[in-house]
C-alpha cells in the first residue's frame, strides 16, 4: 500500500491565505504563488486530490490542517464519509487556547477524524502565549492520551525551548503517538535537534516538503533532499520514516508522481523492502495502531 502522510484539502480558504487566482494568495500584503496556476480557483477540493492519487497508485491520503487554510474539518469530515478508505483526517483546534479545545477534539474524532493535527507557527500566530505545557494545551494533549490517538505536529522554527515540555509530554502520556512532521523543519536552523524528537518509541517522522527544501537549487530527483531523507533512515531507522508531500503546494516543485519517485525509484540508500516500508507500510501500521 502506497499512503501519502500528509496532503491539505479545502474547498474554500479561510484561514491566513487570501485566495486571488490561479493559484495565488494574499497574506499580510504579500502576494505569492502557494499552489500551482491551474489551481483556479484557489481551493484544493479532495476530488482532485483523488486523482492525483488515482494516477500514480497512491491509495490512502492523512488528511492534516493548519490555520493558513483555515478552518477545514468541514471539509475533511465530509471526503472521510463520501470516502472513507481513502482518507484518513486529522482535527484541527485553531488556537487550542479555548478551554472547552478538549471537547471539541473529542466531538471531532467521535465524527470520524483520526487524531489531531497542530502547526506551532500558526497556531502562535493565532495566539503567541500557545505553550506545550499549558494548562488548557495540558488538557489536550490528556484528552488524546485518554481517547489514545495520534499527534501529527508541525515544530518547523519553533524554539528549542519546546522541546523539554514535548518531550515530557511523551513521556507522560503513553497513549500518544507522534509523527513530527517535515524532518524537523530540514534543512531549516535547528532542524536535527527538533527531529531528534522522533529517537522516542512513539515518535516518527514524514518527508513532506522535504522536496520543496531547496527550492530553486536542486531539480528532481532532489539530490539534497535525498541526503535529507537518507540522514533520516540512518537515524531512526527506516521503519520510523514516512513518505508525505505537502499536496498541493509541493506540486510547484515536481509532479506528484516525482515527489513520490524521489523515495520509490531514487533512495537508493533504501533497500525494496525499506522503500515498501517508507512509502505506506509505516503509515499503514500507524493507522493500526489506533484501530
Not at 78 to 102: H, K, N, T, V
Not at 204 to 217: C, F
Not at 251 to 271: E, I, K, S
Request: glycine share 8%; charged share 25%; hydrophobic share 40%.
Amino acid at each position: 500500500m502506497i499512503i501519502d502522510c500528509h496532503a491539505h484539502i479545502a474547498r474554500a480558504l479561510t484561514g491566513f491565505w487570501q485566495p486571488l487566482s490561479h493559484g495565488k494568495v494574499q497574506d499580510r500584503g504579500e502576494v505569492r504563488q502557494i499552489f500551482p496556476p491551474s489551481f483556479d480557483p484557489v481551493a484544493s477540493p479532495p476530488e482532485v486530490l483523488l486523482g492525483y492519487m488515482d494516477q500514480v497508485g497512491v491509495e490512502r491520503a492523512f488528511l492534516v490542517q493548519h490555520h493558513m487554510y483555515g478552518d477545514q474539518n468541514a471539509c475533511i469530515l465530509e471526503a472521510i464519509e463520501r470516502w472513507p478508505d481513502r482518507f484518513s483526517g486529522f482535527a484541527y483546534l485553531g488556537s487550542m487556547g479555548q478551554p472547552e479545545a478538549a471537547d471539541q477534539l473529542e466531538r471531532l474524532i467521535e465524527a470520524g477524524m483520526t487524531g489531531l493535527k497542530v502547526e506551532l507557527q500558526s497556531t502562535r500566530r493565532l495566539r503567541a502565549e500557545f505553550r506545550f505545557d499549558g494548562e488548557n494545551e495540558w488538557r489536550v494533549w490528556e484528552r488524546l492520551n485518554q481517547l489514545k490517538r495520534p499527534l501529527v505536529l508541525d515544530i518547523n522554527g519553533g524554539p528549542l525551548s519546546d522541546l523539554p515540555a514535548l518531550q515530557r509530554m511523551l513521556d507522560d502520556l503513553p497513549g500518544i503517538q507522534l509523527l513530527l512532521c517535515h524532518v524537523g523543519g530540514a534543512p531549516g536552523s535547528g532542524w536535527q535537534e527538533r527531529a531528534l524528537v522522533a529517537k522516542h518509541p512513539r515518535a516518527w517522522v514524514d518527508l513532506a516538503a522535504v522536496p520543496m527544501a531547496y527550492r530553486d537549487e536542486q531539480e528532481y530527483p532532489y539530490p539534497q533532499s535525498q541526503e535529507i531523507a537518507r540522514w533520516a533512515v540512518e537515524t531512526f531507522g527506516a521503519e520510523k520514516v514516512m513518505w508525505g508531500t505537502d499536496y498541493p503546494p509541493a506540486l510547484n516543485y515536481g509532479t506528484y508522481r516525482q515527489l513520490l519517485d524521489f523515495v520509490r525509484v531514487h533512495c537508493t540508500f533504501l533497500n525494496a523492502e525499506q522503500k515498501a516500508a517508507v512509502i505506506g507500510g509505516n503509515a499503514e501500521r500507524f493507522l493500526k495502531s489506533v484501530s
